[in-house]
Nanobody
Framework: QVQLVESGGGLVQAGGSLRLSCAAS????????MGWFRQAPGKERAFVAA????????DYADYVKGRFTISRDNAKNTVSLQMNSLKPEDTAVYSC??????????????????WGQGTQVTVSS
């Protein structure tokens, strides 16, 4: 089992940047595919990005592609999300998640086994 704790959220102006981090405790971090999801007020949780176990493969939602970058450090048990050129529509609670079952559908939130509590990102116009 793994526990996930996000940090790095906050308030930023449109066009600005934030870097989110997710720290994992417990064993076997390198065995999990890691994903980031977000949930805006009144909307369902949506896929943002995911990264493979060894970090050599990534996937991004179209609405963040080219602006966000996901990375991981298996030695430090962390996964990060660098967010650039932020837009007001990026405002949401961002959560990291760990997938342990070798499910290949990274964009499906039901594929993930463990979730963090989330961190708020607010982008002002």
């Amino acid at each position: 089992q793994v526990q996930l704790v996000e940090s790095g959220g906050g308030l930023v102006q449109a066009g600005g940047s934030l870097r989110l981090s997710c720290a994992a405790s417990g064993r076997g971090f390198r065995l999990y595919t890691m994903g980031w999801f977000r949930q805006a007020p009144g909307k369902e949780r949506a896929f943002v990005a995911a990264i493979s176990r060894n970090g050599d493969s990534t996937d991004y939602a179209d609405y963040v592609k080219g602006r966000f970058t996901i990375s991981r450090d298996n030695a430090k048990n962390t996964v990060s999300l660098q967010m650039n050129s932020l837009k007001p529509e990026d405002t949401a609670v961002y959560s990291c998640a760990a997938e342990a079952s070798f499910n290949t559908n990274w964009r499906d939130l039901n594929a993930y086994d463990y979730w963090g509590q989330g961190t708020q990102v607010t982008v002002s116009s």
